[in-house]
Structures are given as structure tokens and as C-alpha cells.
């Protein structure tokens, strides 16, 4: 029975231990999870949102340079995304940014950087709106938004772009 026990374990251990090179959420999109507390939300941002911190100036975010501007690139975030309710704005708490670096490349830059946090004191019935400013160095790009609220069966999906970066929820 040890010999079992002991395998289970070493299995175990070589499962979860390989590294993983998945990225949290697929670039240029977002979710809106609504429950009876908030708004969880994860969305995945171009890096070129952010180039301000390039201090090299290569056109590339790199690790070392995203540590570097952290906090700037937070205040960014938390001034960039947000819900509107009529006249009051609701920013992001527990605001949370994870670089994730390009599969195609030399593994030291980032291509996009996720986005986790929620909105506290919504009321989704109450003309409730979800804005983002983010849209990279591509006049074109885009970010895709789903917002869901399970328990009520509703669901919506939306794009926002530089010329729409507000779009109501539901």
C-alpha cells in the first residue's frame, strides 16, 4: 500500500509541476462576472497600451522595464477602466496586473498584460456601464467584452473600440 501512496505523490508532483505557458485570457478580450457583491473582472491588454515605459525605446515592453513602471501603469489602469451609473463612476478594487510574456519570442517581453479586479456597489438593473480607454498602437484594434450574470441567466457580449470605449451592460 506504501508503494502506491508514494507514487500517487511523485505523480502527483510531476503533473502539476510542469510549467505552464498558457496565457490567463485571450488577448483584446474581457469578462464582466456579476454576483450579488460586484463585478469580477479579467481583461487582457496590449502591451502597447503601455509604451510610455519602454525606456529603451525598442517599441517592446520588457519585464525589467513593466517592474520598473508598475505603479505608473497601475495608476493608468485604475484611471482607464471603469463602470458609469448615471453620474457616479466606480473604479477597480483589488486591482491586480500579470504581464504575460509573447510565445513567440524570446520569452523577455510582453505582449499583454492582464487586467484582474472588481467593482464594488453596482446595480446592473440601473443603466450600469463598463469603459475602457486601452485600445494599443493599432488605430483598429479592439477589445471584446462579455459580461455575464449567471444567476440571472443574462448575458451580453460587446466590442469596444478608440471611437466606442463605453458600452452599456445590460
Not at 529603451?56 to 525589467?64: E, G, I, M, Q
Not at 478594487?93 to 467593482?119: C, T, W, Y
Not at 450600469?128 to 494599443?136: D, E, I, P, R
Amino acid at each position: 500500500m506504501t508503494y502506491f501512496k508514494n507514487h500517487f505523490w511523485c505523480m502527483c508532483f510531476l503533473v502539476f509541476s510542469v510549467p505552464a505557458n498558457a496565457h490567463l485570457m485571450v488577448a483584446e478580450r474581457g469578462t464582466l462576472n456579476f454576483d450579488e457583491t460586484g463585478v469580477y473582472t479579467v481583461i487582457s491588454l496590449s502591451a502597447s497600451n503601455f509604451l510610455a515605459a519602454d525606456t529603451d525605446k525598442d517599441r517592446h515592453l520588457s519585464f525589467t522595464e513593466f517592474k520598473q513602471a508598475k505603479e505608473t501603469i497601475f495608476k493608468q489602469v485604475l484611471a482607464g477602466i471603469y463602470m458609469q451609473q448615471g453620474e457616479q463612476t466606480q473604479y477597480l478594487e483589488g486591482l491586480m496586473l500579470s504581464p504575460q510574456a509573447s510565445h513567440h519570442g524570446n520569452g523577455r517581453e510582453i505582449d499583454q498584460i492582464i487586467v484582474m479586479g472588481k467593482f464594488i456597489n453596482v446595480d446592473h438593473t440601473k443603466n450600469l456601464s463598463f469603459h475602457n480607454v486601452f485600445y494599443g498602437d493599432n488605430a483598429l484594434s479592439s477589445v471584446e467584452i462579455t459580461a455575464k450574470y449567471k444567476r440571472l441567466g443574462l448575458k451580453k457580449a460587446f466590442v469596444l473600440t478608440s471611437k466606442k470605449q463605453g458600452e452599456r451592460v445590460f
